[in-house]
């Protein structure tokens, strides 16, 4: 997955574990920070701080994985006013920010 979000342009937005995030060795160049604001948008679908990381970021798709002990990827879809689901399967949903 990480080698698709870099085809992308995703290189600075990924998701990793809190214990990780805290080891200063484990850490991408971008640092912590974007690390932390990804773990924010994914328990957080809806806010100002999600808008301001979905802006910062220029976020167009959102990846939640169904099986996922982090994210309830249900919180995402329910909300139709702020994101549209453009694919799904039975392992995955990818859900695109409206504007």
């Known amino acids: 997955m990480r080698a698709v979000l870099a085809m992308g342009g995703y290189t600075e937005l990924q998701t990793y574990k ?3 995030i805290r080891l200063v060795r484990s850490l991408p160049p971008t640092g912590a920070q974007p690390l932390w604001d990804a773990r924010w948008l994914l328990v957080h679908p809806d806010g ?19 099986d996922s002990s982090v994210t309830d990827w249900r919180a995402f879809a329910a909300r139709e006013d ?6 799904e399967n039975d392992t995955e949903v990818i859900v695109a920010p409206r504007q």
């Open 82 to 87: 702020l994101y549209r689901v453009a694919y």
């Open 18 to 20: 809190e214990e990780r």
């Open 48 to 66: 100002d701080r999600s808008r301001n990381i979905i802006e910062k970021y220029d976020i167009r798709y959102i990846v939640l994985h169904k």
